[in-house]
């Protein structure tokens, strides 16, 4: 749950400052230009200009500073802990680690340049080198640091827990947990099998409910994972609960025992010093969600541009069309049961969410979902703009805000959410998208029972490969029309 995460906000640490100790080896050669030019100094060695003919032919001649700064950099700020703990960690530790760091790469490359005997290498530039590096790395931190502080601040990255388990151990790990706010894990409450416990709070943390409320508690708040603290005898009585987390998709960690589940994979994985066991019903390793959001920023961002003409075009036609608003907004369910408001261009009249009451006997689709293939309430230019699937371009800001990808298990209504069976709420463990294998299987040709096998396929098989597979799939469906009303 943390461990994963650190180790990867390690990896991409390490990457983003490779990134800027390379560019601190070009910035300090050209700050060595001006440096020599007003003390005098005259020309460098290996370098016939200070113009980028000049720092390519400087580089060419200090392969070996370049590529041993880089080595001696990281090695030295994962030895002085800079990587470790980062984001619980103070800015002044940091400071501390990379000036420690600093004066050791300083020595380190020192001693590369005598036992390699480069007698041409300036030991001005050395010394510059590591002064940019060291301050580079410093404003590179803060930067990094305040950026993560205002994504968790604004809600961004934030696991809502509930915690079963309210003795010595249980304590303990809230401690933990408010020890570490930086982690961005929010408790929303305990859990605890003793009647009179109920409604007492616990290290200020109020006790929700018994082992047999969890399935009602997961429907009344936003859970991303619940975690067992409990003591052994509660073995035997807390595996109903653990099932029942599974079959909606919530991730379950427990720090004492294993069970024979039969859709999660399980793991062992650590908080703080604390063993725990993972039953996560979606497998992904971060820095795959990492590419996912990627993905959907730079698809979204290029989607968005490459159609502003042809949406500036659907909203006149809509506007010429129908009376009212262009767009639709709508509240739908997204991951873990968090609601959001769904953007759509509009294709019905104004209305129609009042009309559907009248239309519901005629519902074509089984189950908690309503389709019509010729629905009235559709005027002619939102069947067009249906039938293409164009009504669903808006769709791309909300990938941009975060509250939906591309690919995923379609958002529902919550008033259909409520109607859902245990193993259908499974489909929320994942976030919403535009498209999905449902889109580019048929849609409204395939029955509602099948639709959400089909959402729950996807999650047990994703892979990046799979995105691009019904991404691929779905522009094809979107050019013929297949499967739309």
Known sequence: MVREKEIFLKNILQIIDLMVISVSFFATFQLM???????????????????????????????????????????????????????????????????????AATLAIGSVVFLAKMTLTSRLFVGLFSLVSASSLLVEKRIILSFLDVMRKRGFNSVNILIVGTGKRGQKFINEVNRHKNWGLNIIGLIDDEPGRVGSKIMGTEVLGRLSDIPKLLHAYVVDRVVFVVPRSWLAKIEDAILACEKEGVGTYLSVDLYDTKISSIKQTHFGNIPLLEFETFSADEWQLF?????????????????????????????????????????????????FI???????????????RELERQNEMK????????????????????????????????????????????????VEVEMYEIWQRRRLSLKPG????????????????????????????????????????????????????
């Open 342 to 356: 769904l953007y759509k261009f509009r294709t019905m009249i104004v209305g129609a969410e009042i009309r559907k």
């Open 33 to 103: 230009g001006i440096v020599r030019g007003k003390l005098n100094l005259g020309g460098m060695a290996f370098a016939p200009s200070f113009d980028l003919r000049g720092a390519l032919f400087f580089f060419e001649n200090n392969l070996l500073i370049f590529f041993s700064a880089i080595l001696f950099w990281l090695v030295f700020l994962s030895f002085f802990g800079v990587y470790r703990n980062f984001r619980t960690n103070s800015y002044r530790s940091i400071l501390w680690g990379i000036v420690q760091s600093g004066i």
């Open 434 to 485: 535009i498209t999905c294998i449902w889109q580019v299987s048929g849609r409204n040709m395939v029955d509602f029972d099948r639709w959400m096998e089909m959402d729950l396929e996807y999650i047990d098989n994703w892979s990046l490969w799979l995105d691009l597979k019904i991404s691929l799939k779905t522009v094809l469906v979107v050019l013929f029309g297949y499967g739309a009303y």
């Open 367 to 414: 189950g908690p979902v309503f389709k019509m293939k010729r629905d009235p309430r559709v005027y002619p230019l939102g069947r067009l703009l249906r039938k293409i699937s164009l009504d669903e371009l808006p769709q791309l800001f909300n990938v941009l805000k975060g509250d939906m990808s591309i690919v995923g298990p379609r958002p529902p209504l919550p």
């Open 291 to 339: 590419v996912k959001r990627a993905m959907d920023i730079a698809g979204a961002l290029l989607g968005v541009i490459l159609m502003l003409p042809l949406f500036l075009l659907i909203a006149i036609g809509i506007k010429l069309s129908s009376k009212g608003p262009i767009f639709f907004r709508q509240e739908r369910s997204g991951l873990n049961g968090r609601r």
